[in-house]
C-alpha cells in the first residue's frame, strides 16, 4: 500500500476506543516528535528571516509578525475545526471531499488514542505545524503592501476552505488519494496551493508601489541566508517525517530531500553564472529552495538517483520560470512564491509519476500506487491532481481576496506603503541605528 492511502487508512480507521497506549511505537513517536518540532522551525524562525531579509528594511518588522501571528493563528484553527475538516474522526468512514466534524477541538483524541505507532495527538500536532507553513508562504505573494487584518481574515478563512479539504483530498481519504496520487509530503497540498494563492494575490493587489522603476533589493541577505540554512535542516522533518515513522522510508526521504536541495543550489547558481557573469547568494538559497520544494511530493516515491535529476531540474526550470514572471509577465509576486514553490510543486508532483517506475535502472523509485500499472497510469493521476488542485484553489482565492477587500481593503494606501508597514501597522522599527 503507497503511503499516501496508509495515511488516509491509519487517519479513517483507528478508534481510540480499540487502540491503546501500549502499542506505541517509542522509535516512531521520537522521530515524529523531533519532525514536529523541525517543522515548526521551518516556520519560526526559519521561513521568517529568510523571507524578511528579502523585502526592504521599512517592511522586515512586518513580515516577521506576519508569519508568527499566522503560527499562533493557524494553531488555534487547525485545533478547533480545521484537522477534523482534512482527517476527520477515528472509526469514521470519510467522504471524498471534506473529512466529518466528529474531531473538532480535538473531541475524539484522549492520552491514549493512537494513529498507527504515533499518539493521535502527536499525528495532529504534526499535521499542524504543515497548516502553519502554508498560509506563511504566501506571505511572500503580497510582502510589502497587505494589512495586517486584510493577511488575517485572508489567511483564516483560506486554511479552512482551500488548505484543509486540499488535505483532505489528498492525505485524509479523499478523491486524490484513493485514485492513487503520490504526494508524500506536499508538493499538492502545501506548494501548489500557497504558490497559486500568493500569485493570485499579487495579481488582484497589483504591484507594489515603484515595482519596475525603483529598485526592491533585499535589505539583508545575511539574514536570508541564515534563514535559508534552517529552511534546510528543518525539511528533514518535513519530508522525513511524511513517512510517519523510524523507517527505510523516512531515511531515504530524508536522502533525497538533501540531494535535491544540492542540486537544485548548484543549478540555479550555475544558470547565474553562465548567464549574468556572477554567481549570487540569493540564486544558490533560491536554488536550493526550489530543488526542496521540488521533491517534497516525489521524496517517497523516488531513489537518490532521480533526486538528483529533480533537483537539476528545479533549479533551471524555477530559475526560467521566476526571471519569465518578473521580466515578461510584469507580475509582482513579491519574493518568488509561484515561480519557486508553485512551479517546483508542479514539476515534482509530475516527476513523482514517473520515476516512482521500478524499471528505470538506477533512477527505479518504489513503484506505482495500488492499482496503478503503468507510467502512463500513473503520470494522469499526477495531472489529474496538479489541474484539480491548481484550479479550484485559483478560483476560491480569488473569492476570498475579493470578499477580504469588500471587508476591510486589501492594502495599505500609497503614503502608507511609502513609510513602510513597520511604522504603519505596528509603530516599530526594524533597525534603530
Known amino acids: 500500500m503507497n503511503k499516501i492511502k496508509l495515511l488516509a487508512a491509519l487517519a479513517a480507521a483507528m478508534s481510540p476506543s480499540v487502540l491503546h497506549a501500549s502499542e506505541i511505537n517509542g522509535a516512531d513517536t521520537a522521530w515524529i516528535m523531533t519532525s514536529t518540532a523541525l517543522v515548526l522551525f521551518m516556520t ?26 499566522l503560527t499562533c493563528l493557524m494553531s488555534l484553527l487547525w485545533f478547533g475545526v480545521g484537522y477534523t475538516m482534512a482527517f476527520g474522526s477515528p ?37 499542524m505545524t504543515f497548516a502553519i507553513i502554508t498560509p506563511a508562504l504566501i506571505v ?35 478523491w486524490l488519494g484513493q485514485m492513487g496520487l503520490q504526494d508524500f509530503a506536499g508538493g499538492t497540498v502545501v506548494h501548489i496551493t500557497a504558490a497559486v494563492a500568493a500569485i493570485v494575490a499579487a495579481m488582484v493587489m497589483g504591484n507594489r508601489k515603484g515595482y519596475g522603476t525603483t529598485p526592491m533589493t533585499p535589505h539583508n541577505l545575511t539574514m536570508t541566508v541564515t534563514g535559508a540554512g534552517m529552511l534546510w535542516v ?46 549570487s547568494a540569493l540564486g544558490i538559497v533560491t536554488g536550493m529552495v526550489a530543488g526542496l520544494g521540488t521533491i517534497t511530493p516525489a521524496s517517497g516515491s523516488v531513489g537518490p538517483a532521480a533526486a538528483v535529476v529533480i533537483g537539476l531540474s528545479a533549479g533551471v526550470v524555477c530559475y526560467f520560470a521566476t526571471n519569465f514572471i518578473k521580466n515578461k509577465l510584469k507580475i509582482d509576486d513579491s519574493l518568488d512564491v509561484f515561480p519557486v514553490h508553485g ?17 528505470l535502472g538506477i533512477f527505479s523509485g518504489n513503484g506505482f500506487s495500488d492499482g496503478i500499472t503503468s507510467m502512463g497510469g500513473q503520470v494522469s493521476v499526477q495531472v489529474i491532481g496538479i489541474v484539480a488542485t491548481f484550479a479550484y484553489t485559483a478560483v476560491v482565492s480569488w473569492g476570498l ?14 503614503d502608507e506603503e511609502t513609510e513602510g508597514l513597520d511604522i504603519v501597522l505596528h509603530d516599530e522599527r526594524g533597525y534603530d541605528l
Open 44 to 69: 519560526i524562525p526559519g521561513l521568517s528571516m529568510f523571507y524578511a531579509g528579502l523585502v526592504r528594511s521599512k517592511n522586515v518588522l512586518s513580515v516577521f509578525m506576519q508569519c508568527f501571528a
Open 91 to 127: 472509526g469514521v468512514e470519510q467522504g471524498k471531499w471534506l473529512g466529518d466534524f466528529g474531531n473538532i477541538f480535538f473531541a475524539a483524541m484522549t492520552i491514549d488514542s493512537v494513529n498507527g505507532t504515533i499518539p493521535s495527538t502527536l499525528f495532529a500536532t504534526f499535521q
Open 140 to 174: 511572500g505573494g503580497f510582502a510589502e503592501r497587505m494589512k495586517f487584518s486584510a493577511m488575517l481574515i485572508f489567511s483564516s478563512i483560506w486554511l479552512l476552505v482551500v488548505y484543509a479539504p486540499v488535505c483532505h483530498w489528498v492525505w485524509g481519504g479523499g
Open 234 to 279: 528543518g525539511w528533514f522533518g518535513f519530508n522525513g517525517g511524511s513517512a510517519v515513522a523510524a523507517d527505510g522510508s523516512a531515511s531515504m526521504a530524508m536522502l533525497v530531500t538533501h540531494l535535491s536541495a544540492a542540486a537544485g543550489a548548484l543549478a540555479w547558481m550555475a544558470m547565474e553564472w553562465i548567464r549574468h557573469g556572477k554567481p
Open 343 to 359: 512551479v517546483g510543486g508542479i514539476l515534482g508532483t509530475f516527476f513523482a509519476g514517473i520515476f516512482a517506475s521500478t524499471e
Open 401 to 414: 481576496l475579493k470578499l477580504v477587500d469588500a471587508m476591510v481593503g486589501l492594502r495599505v494606501d500609497s
